[in-house]
C-alpha cells in the first residue's frame, strides 16, 4: 500500500517504511494510507479467539506494508509485557451500557504505549536495515516522553533526547524519565512549561547549525509523535478489538452500532477510531471530549478553529493541553480532499483560523460530537464512580461527560482509558477529598490506596527508590549546546 500527502495530488505515493522514517509529508503535510483495508461483516465473529497481538499483526499486515512477517511479529510480542499478556487491553463494564477500554497497562501506564512500543521496534530495525542513524526529539508533557524513552532505550542506530517542563509534569511521569537507565537517551528538563518546551524544540529544528551539525555527524531526524502514520496504524486496532470484545462478552450482537469516546488532545487517538469506522466497524459515532482547552470541541461544534485569542489553559488533564491539533488535518483531508485540507491548513498556520462550511460541518458531525469538560466536572465524575468502585485518571474522567450529555441513542459505549490513575495521584485525592491542597505524588500515592482500597503498581512504587540518572536542568537558550553535546558522545 502507498502513503500519500495530506496537501498535494497523490502523484508520489511512497512507501510506509519511508513514511515512518521521515513522516513529514510534501507542503508541510502528513502521510495518509491512499486507501483503507476493509473489513466484512463475518471479520468480528471470525476473530472471536484471536489474541490481541495477532488480531494487531492481522490487521495491520491488511495494510500491505513493507516490513517482514518477523519483524512485525517481534513488535506485536511487546504487547507479552503487559499486566497480562492473554489481555493487554482489558475492556471492562462499568454500567450495563457502558464499558472501559483500559490501554494502559503497558510499561509507562499511559496509552501511549500502545503504539510506541511496536512502532520503536519497527523504526530500529529500518534504521538498521539502512544502516542510518536516527536522532527522536520529544517535547513532553509527561506521557509521550517515558514512552518514547522506553521503547527506545538501548535500541541500535537510535539516540532520543526528551525535553520537558521542569515542574510541569507530575513526579512519577518525571522519575519515569529521568531514573531511565541506558545509553543512548538524553532526558533535559526546561525552565517554562510545555509550550516552552515545544518552542524549543521548534527553533532547534529550525537552526541552521543543528542541521548542519546533524548532517556532519551522519543523523536524520524522524518523530515519534503522532504525526508519525507509524504510531496511527497502532491505534486503529484497539477500536477493532473493543467491537470483538463486546461480541465475544455477548454485550451485542455482530452489527450492532456502538459509541466510541475518546479524550483526545492531538487527536490521534479520535484518528484511530474514524479509521476503524472507515475500515468497517459499526460505530455510530465518535465522541471527543476536551478540557478547558476546548479548541477541538469547538471545531466539532460550531465548524470554527480559531486560536487568535487563545493561550494555553493549564489544566488537571494535561496531555490534553494543546491548541493545535495535528492529526484533525488527517480527517479533513479524508472527507474534503488535498486542496481543501491545504487552504485550510495555511489559514490556521498563517491567520491562526479557519472556518468549514455548513455542509463541511455537517459531514464531520456524521461521525464525531464533541464536549468540553473543566476542571470541576471532572474532579466530580472521579469521585463519583470511584464511590462506586472504578478508578479513573483524569484524562478519561473527562469522557463520562460525553456519556452523561451526548449519548442519545440506547447503543452501548465505550471509552479509552488513556492513562493510570498513579500518574495523576494528586489530583486524585483533590477528587476523593473534596479539597485543593498541594500534595506530592509520593504522599497522594499512598493516600488513594489507602482511600480507595487499591494499591499502585509495582514499577510505580519502585520509581521513588530509583537514582536518579538525569538530574539537568537547562535554560532555553542552552539547549541546543545539551543536544549537540549528547549527539557526539
Ligand atoms: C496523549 C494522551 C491523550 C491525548 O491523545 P491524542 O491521541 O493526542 O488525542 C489523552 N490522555 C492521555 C493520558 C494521554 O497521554
Not at 529500518?126 to 521503547?151: H, M, Q, R, V, Y
Not at 520537558?164 to 507530575?170: A, H, L
Request: proline fraction near 4%; hydrophobic fraction near 40%; aromatic fraction near 10%.
Amino acid at each position: 500500500m502507498s502513503f500519500i500527502s495530506t496537501r498535494v495530488s497523490s502523484s508520489n505515493p511512497i512507501e510506509f517504511s519511508q513514511a515512518i522514517l521521515s513522516p513529514s509529508a510534501p507542503k508541510g503535510g502528513l502521510y495518509v494510507p491512499s486507501k483503507l483495508p476493509q473489513l466484512d461483516s463475518d471479520f468480528f465473529q471470525d476473530n472471536i479467539d484471536t489474541s490481541y497481538k495477532e488480531l494487531a499483526k492481522k490487521i495491520v499486515q491488511m495494510f500491505n506494508i513493507d516490513i517482514e512477517a518477523s519483524v512485525l511479529q517481534d513488535a506485536v510480542d511487546l504487547y507479552d509485557n503487559f499486566d497480562d499478556k492473554n489481555t493487554p487491553v482489558p475492556l471492562v463494564k462499568v454500567k450495563d451500557d457502558l464499558f472501559v477500554s483500559e490501554l494502559y497497562h503497558g510499561p509507562t501506564r499511559a496509552f501511549k504505549d500502545m503504539a510506541l512500543q511496536p512502532f520503536g521496534h519497527i523504526l530500529s530495525h529500518l534504521a538498521k536495515k539502512e544502516n542510518k542513524n536516527f536522532l527522536i526529539l520529544a517535547a513532553t508533557s509527561g506521557d509521550t516522553g517515558p514512552a518514547t524513552l522506553n521503547t527506545f532505550k538501548n535500541k541500535p542506530n537510535i539516540k532520543v533526547a526528551c525535553l520537558y517542563p521542569d515542574g510541569g509534569t507530575s513526579d512519577v511521569q518525571k522519575l519515569q524519565m529521568t531514573t531511565m537507565d541506558a545509553n543512548n537517551i538524553d532526558v533535559l528538563g526546561i525552565e517554562g512549561n510545555f509550550d516552552d518546551a515545544q518552542s524549543a524544540l521548534k527553533s532547534l529544528l529550525a537552526s541552521k547549525t543543528f542541521k548542519s551539525e546533524l548532517q556532519n555527524s551522519n543523523i536524520n531526524l524522524s518523530a515519534a509523535n503522532s504525526v508519525n502514520f507509524g504510531r496511527i496504524i497502532f491505534q486503529i486496532i484497539y477500536h477493532i478489538y473493543s467491537y470483538i470484545a463486546l461480541l465475544s462478552q455477548k454485550e451485542i450482537k455482530n452489527g450492532e452500532l456502538i459509541y466510541i469516546t475518546v479524550p483526545s488532545g492531538n487527536f490521534g487517538n479520535a484518528l484511530g477510531a474514524y479509521y476503524a469506522k472507515k475500515m468497517g466497524v459499526p460505530i455510530y459515532k465518535i465522541l471527543t471530549t476536551s478540557n478547558a482547552n476546548s479548541i477541538l470541541s469547538e471545531l466539532i461544534n460550531t465548524g470554527v478553529y480559531d486560536i487568535r485569542e487563545k493561550s494555553l489553559i493549564k489544566t488537571i488533564s494535561p496531555a490534553m493541553d494543546i491548541l493545535k491539533s495535528s492529526n484533525v488535518e488527517r480527517v479533513l483531508f479524508d472527507k474534503f480532499g488535498y486542496e481543501r485540507t491545504l487552504e485550510l491548513m495555511t489559514n490556521l498556520n498563517k491567520q491562526n483560523y479557519y472556518i468549514l462550511t455548513s455542509s463541511e460541518l455537517e459531514c464531520l458531525r456524521e461521525d464525531f460530537e464533541a464536549i468540553a469538560c473543566d476542571d470541576s466536572y471532572t474532579l466530580s465524575i472521579i469521585k463519583k464512580y470511584s464511590d462506586s468502585g472504578y478508578i479513573m485518571d483524569p484524562h478519561t474522567a473527562t469522557s463520562l461527560k460525553a456519556y452523561e450529555k451526548l449519548k442519545k441513542e440506547p447503543y452501548k459505549m465505550v471509552i479509552c482509558s488513556t492513562a493510570e490513575w498513579t500518574k495523576f495521584a494528586p489530583s486524585m485525592v483533590n477528587a476523593i477529598n473534596k479539597d485543593d491542597k498541594a500534595y506530592t505524588d509520593h504522599k497522594a500515592l499512598s493516600i488513594v490506596e489507602e482511600k480507595l482500597n487499591t494499591t499502585m503498581i509495582k514499577s510505580v512504587k519502585e520509581l521513588f527508590s530509583k537514582e536518579i540518572i538525569f538530574q539537568k536542568i537547562v535554560k532555553k537558550e542552552d539547549i541546543e549546546q545539551e543536544i549537540l553535546n549528547f549527539i557526539k558522545s
